[in-house]
């Protein structure tokens, strides 16, 4: 997404958000825990073509493109279209990049997508009504969330999120390695909700920049609505605040906000999402 400004000394009380704007420097670190783990899939030997951009190669958009725009000097866009030839990929247009980059990539045949909130809480102490949303008793019976390293649970949580996120067998196995084979693995954690020996839900947490970065959050079509979400993100939560972060954040759905706002998350900022189309 802003370089990290320091945040480990960072209070609790740093984020106000006031008209949809968090402050400085606690949101500086959430869009660098962003950034690190969207450029976790691949950003080495790349040309500085004056963007954030990765590339792992695989056939799916979520793990290709470009992330910030670094220079107020102007994008070579069709530069980086050239570097991103040969793969989907997606353009993430947030406050870290320059207010005009969302007008420049119209200009050169960018089309907008869609526009997602960037939701942050504060970690510490449990927040009183937010930690266990009353839906969380509808938990299935049996359901555990547990850490996942590698082996046969690691492909088991990609071809969950995977499925969930609409994306074919084809390239799981790219995925997979993709997983393991990340950088910056230390900083990971995978959680995997797991109902009768079987993976049912996903999510990987990144904690670094004093922040709880949450991505691919999901489950099952045929669990969904039924308190799966609620433990994961409770589960992430803990580890967030375990692991010492001073806050947690995400890009949330539409359908995933409702659920995020429950356990006291609050919209700071947003991301929007370009591609060009053929």
């Not at 989907?88 to 089309?111: N, Q």
């Not at 969380?136 to 492909?155: F, I, K, N």
């Not at 670094?208 to 079509?221: C, D, N, P, R, T």
């Not at 409770?234 to 995020?260: I, K």
Request: net charge positive; aromatic share 8%.
């Amino acid at each position: 997404m802003v370089d990290s400004t320091g945040a480990a000394g960072t209070s609790h009380d740093a984020v106000r958000l006031q008209d949809g704007v968090a402050a400085s420097p606690a949101m500086a670190s959430v869009f660098a825990n962003f950034r690190q783990y969207l450029m976790g899939w691949g950003a080495a030997d790349r040309p500085d073509l004056g963007v954030d951009l990765f590339r792992s190669g695989l056939a799916a958009p979520q793990f290709n493109g470009v992330v910030r725009v670094r220079s107020t000097a102007g994008t070579d866009v069709a530069a980086v279209r050239r570097e991103l030839a040969g793969v989907p990929w997606w353009w993430w247009v947030g406050p870290d990049s320059p207010e005009e980059t969302a007008d420049v990539l119209r200009h050169h045949g960018g089309r907008q997508l869609t526009v997602m909130p960037v939701m942050v809480r504060p970690l510490g102490a449990p927040v009183a009504g937010h930690d266990r949303p009353d839906d969380d008793a509808r938990t299935r019976s049996g359901l555990r969330v547990e850490p996942v390293r590698d082996g046969g649970r690691l492909r088991e949580l990609v071809r969950t999120y995977r499925t969930s996120m609409g994306i074919g067998p084809g390239p799981e196995a790219g995925m997979v390695r993709a997983e393991s084979q990340r950088g910056d693995n230390a900083d990971i954690v995978r959680l995997a909700a797991v109902l009768d020996g079987r993976v049912v839900g996903t999510t990987v947490l990144i904690t670094a920049h004093s922040v709880a970065g949450i991505f691919l959050v999901h489950v099952a079509a045929e669990l969904r609505r039924q308190g799966v979400a609620t433990a994961l993100t409770s589960a992430a939560l803990r580890v967030g605040r375990e692991r010492g972060m001073h806050f947690a954040a995400l890009v949330a759905s539409p359908a995933g906000e409702p659920l995020y706002r429950r356990f006291g998350f609050t919209a700071a900022y947003r991301y929007r999402l370009f591609d060009f189309p053929d």
